[in-house]
């Protein structure tokens, strides 16, 4: 009569040699990427939302406004799209060396855990903690050069678009 099979979950598994050890935070980064993806996943969608009519409003404008180069309006708001694209960098966890840019969404959030770290080593409560992520916040908000602040960029475009449509008037 043979043995009765055991139950393949009871049997431990031996570890290859050499492998490393499980890193006790590796749940928690994995966590933290699940969460960071989705939150890119939905930047994206929105950037996605907000570049379609502006892309299709620019097109549209080059066809019926002349303005330098064929496109040029079109190939700007590209130019801005794959920027805004760049710093949202979606799958930027896959990559083996991150590249941080200053204003991407990786380098917000990790000036952000960085200050939650900080405030929690230093025993700091739930208040102490919501003031140093504003703090933090403000400060990444004083050093956003002017030409990243959608607020700007748009005037920017209405002023451009206004001096175009001056000098057309004056032409006509």
Known sequence: MSEPASDPASVPV???????EEDAHARWRFLRDVLVFQLK???GNLHNFIFVPISL?????????????????FYKTMEWARD???????YSVLEEERVHRSYSVDAV???IEDVIVREYAKGGTAASVKGA???????????TPEKYNP??????????????????????
């Open 133 to 143: 992520v504003d703090r933090a916040f403000d400060k990444i908000q004083r050093e």
């Open 109 to 111: 959030i990790a000036r």
């Open 57 to 73: 409003v620019a097109a549209a404008a080059d066809l019926l406004f002349k303005s330098g180069r064929q496109g040029s309006r």
């Open 41 to 43: 996943l939905v930047l």
């Open 14 to 20: 031996p570890e290859p040699q050499g492998a490393p």
């Open 84 to 90: 805004a694209e760049h710093s949202i960098g979606v």
């Open 151 to 172: 607020e700007e960029a748009v005037r920017r475009a209405a002023e451009k678009i206004r001096e175009k449509m001056q000098r057309r008037n004056d032409a006509s």
